[in-house]
């Protein structure tokens, strides 16, 4: 079975344009078989975006599961931030890497499993996290998230309720404190923060 997180060589590419309007703005943006939401804009990954404090945000920002790139590149298009963008599917990093270049965005996008290749910390963490990948893993991103936050820095996602909201709530509630932003239908948008910001093992 093939699952927009992992690597199908053997899936037949189909790189197409897709125009899409994001915060009123228009991007273009190459998709393909194999990547999350291919033929359009995910309505969470909307919902989070809509969310987001755009007139504040700055200094570094990851976009954890950047897939073919709307989330971190409408962030680097509209602040003045460095931002780094991630994936574990090569196809989505290839094209997320086409997509900064069709659209003159400057950002860094690079391989990495969670964190696993992550080694610096951030003022704000956004993500549509891969549900389908299992709880463990969105644990591995959630949770994990706090040791790549500066001690002020924002952890921002959007998860469904039927997925898992107030699960995740709860069970990252140690960790941080967890604030709801914006609710659409069944989309919550969560902003989590450092509890204990000289603690750095999650
Ligand atoms: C729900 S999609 C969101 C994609 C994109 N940010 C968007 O909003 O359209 C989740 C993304 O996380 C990626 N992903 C899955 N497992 C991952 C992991 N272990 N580490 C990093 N990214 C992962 C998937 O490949 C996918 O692109």
Redesign the pocket.
């Given at each position: 079975m093939n699952h927009?997180?992992?690597n199908e060589e053997n899936l037949k590419s189909n790189i197409h344009l897709l125009e899409i309007y994001i915060r009123d703005k228009r991007y273009l943006l190459y998709s393909d078989n194999g990547?999350?939401?291919k033929k359009g804009?995910?309505f969470?990954?909307k919902v989070?975006i809509d969310a987001l404090p755009f007139n504040k945000i700055t200094g570094d920002v990851l976009?954890?599961?950047?897939?073919?790139?709307?989330?971190?590149l409408c962030v680097k298009n509209e602040t003045s931030s460095n931002v780094d963008m991630?994936?574990?599917?090569l196809r989505?990093l290839h094209l997320s890497k086409m997509n900064a270049k069709k659209n003159n965005l400057d950002v860094n996008i690079f391989e990495?499993?969670?964190y696993?290749n992550v080694n610096k910390k951030y003022d704000y963490i956004f993500?549509?996290?891969?549900?389908?990948?299992g709880k463990k893993?969105l644990y591995?991103?959630l949770r994990g998230a706090y040791a790549y936050l500066k001690d002020n820095g924002e952890m921002w996602f959007v998860i469904r309720k039927n997925q898992g909201a107030n699960s995740a709530i709860r069970d990252i509630s140690d960790l941080y404190n967890v604030e709801l932003k914006s609710k659409v239908k069944d989309y919550f948008v969560l902003c989590a923060t450092k509890k204990n910001k000289d603690v750095d093992n999650a």
């Open positions: 927009y997180f992992t990547v999350f939401s804009l995910d969470g990954t989070l976009d954890v599961g950047c897939g073919y790139g709307p989330i971190g991630i994936d574990v599917n989505a990495s499993d969670a696993s993500t549509n996290p891969p549900i389908r990948a893993k591995e991103i």
